[in-house]
């Protein structure tokens, strides 16, 4: 169903929202700020336990940085204040833990009334006896019992339990995501409504929530493999993995940016699901005159994690002291790599030039003050500080990674772009800023001017058209989904013609109209050399020929070449690495073209 433009209830999906937070976060409120902008209001959901949230929400409304028209909706407490739908019927207990001897062992009070208990822990004092947590509303009736304990034969259980004021159980549910889901149900499932998951912690927990009139959309705000692995074929990312792998329990997977979404197509299919929604950039004035730029200040701002990489920029510091100049690298940000960051300042002699801030709201006013940002993560989606940066006329210096920064970057124009660990590079780009004053002058007006147009850009509308597209799929119910399957090498024969007959097995039947084909990929360029049709096919057996001269065609010039089993059906695509059954011996061709066996690395000894 369409959504009118005058009616729409936008519910953006994260876990938790703390006082402090990074990239993911901001995009979130900033999103549901618009929308509330809008239609008048928006909501941000949570799950953790949170009694402090209504002071974590007042102190963010007075910083501006969470419009007063945004409802955060907190499970806990919306337990505490709200009946909830009772289930119909209520669902049975799948085990009956003994609660007599617990005992109190810890209470967490409402913030504001502190004699108030909020939760309280109990504990039977056992390593594997039984735990509960009950929730209370402030008039001291309990909304929500949670209990952990072992059942008879001595496996994990857990049940949740919902009360009406009067203590009667009206829903109970035997793991937390299956709460999670029943809420959300309550909250958003209408017609009127859409739903954006924003946390990747949150998504993985919430693939199983079946809806049935508002579409399940997930935002990727980073890239969807692991650091360094090639975008075809590579892992996927610890955190992407099982929403990956879960896709057809969504509507709708929204990106950041085209090239992210066309690698996403190229690997998985499903185009007519994937969406690309760039970043919201909201409006930023400096509360007085703008700061005095200097132009040998340089700024680095995000999560001090691996992934961000400050450490480049601290070399590039170091560098740019060793050329002779004389700059400044304000850190903004928290996070678990501070230390080894400060040691490292030290390290390279540095420590006087490096100035930690830690989590700052002035960041507006550090970018003003700067000449140019040094961006050196490893990946990103798009970062929104990028275009935070150009906003206030800071020039970023960038590694050309994928993905993000080139969707930002003009380079030479607003910004530059240099290979991705150039160090050399990059305190080139940033030396010429330093002593070319009007180059600095003209990029900075540069800057300003592209924020300036990526701000006017309707993002809301954007979002409104792929919920209803996302819907409209979600009632065609076209979608053509593939199996979960393996694929290994079953048998290899020589034939008279010098080729090979390869035989694969898949460990599930694959539909009979699937596309299936042997596809031989340069291993460092990822490009399809070849790509080959089964010759015989079977439910769960397949054999692809080979003849002498496509082999040859497909060794590849200067890389190895690597053979991928590619099935489609509908927009799906797996491409499946083909392997052998693990065995103790592997046999392989000595450069003489002799057999010979190897064994397998990591097998035992007898």
Known sequence: MALSSEHLNAYMVTWKLEREFGGMTTVCIQRAGLFAQRYGRAFVVTFNRAPDQPQIVDELVGKGKLSPDVQVLNLYLDLAQRAMAPQEPVAAKKFDPATADLALDDTVAYPEAPERPFSQHFTDGRAKGTRQTRFLRKDGSTFLIDTKGFDHQGKKRRCLEVLAADGTVIARFNTAPALYRYWLSSLAENENSLVVVDSKYTAALLDQWKTTKV??????????VAKGEPLQTGQLSDPHAPIIEARAQWDGFVFLTAAQRDAYVRRFG??????????????STLPGPPPQRHSTHLIAAGSLTANKNVAASIKVVAELVRRGHHPVLHVVGQGSQRDKLEALSRELGVDDLVLFHGYSDRLPELFASCTAQLFTSTNEGQALVLLEAQQQGCIPVSFDINFG????????VNGFLVAPGDLQAMAERVEQLITEGQLAASMSARCREFAREYAANDVIARWVETRNKAARLKADGTRDDLPDFSARIASLEFLPDDGLALGISVSEPL????????????????AQLQSISATQRQEQRLVFALSAQLLQAAAGED?????????????????????????RALPYFTTHNNLSFKPQTGQPKK
Do not use: M, Q, W
């Not at 920064?405 to 030479?412: H, K, L, Q, Y």
């Open 405 to 412: 920064p080139a969707d930002s970057i003009r380079d030479g």
């Open 215 to 224: 579409p399940k959309l997930y935002a990727f705000h980073s890239i969807h």
């Open 559 to 583: 890389a190895p070449s690597d053979v991928y089993l590619r099935c489609r059906l509908g927009g799906s695509v797996e491409l499946k690495r083909l392997g052998v059954k693990k065995s």
């Open 270 to 283: 499903d185009a007519e699901r994937c969406f690309v929604i760039p970043n919201p950039l909201k409006a």
């Open 511 to 526: 539909p009979r109209h699937a596309e299936i084909e042997l596809v031989i990929l340069d291993r460092d360029t990822k």
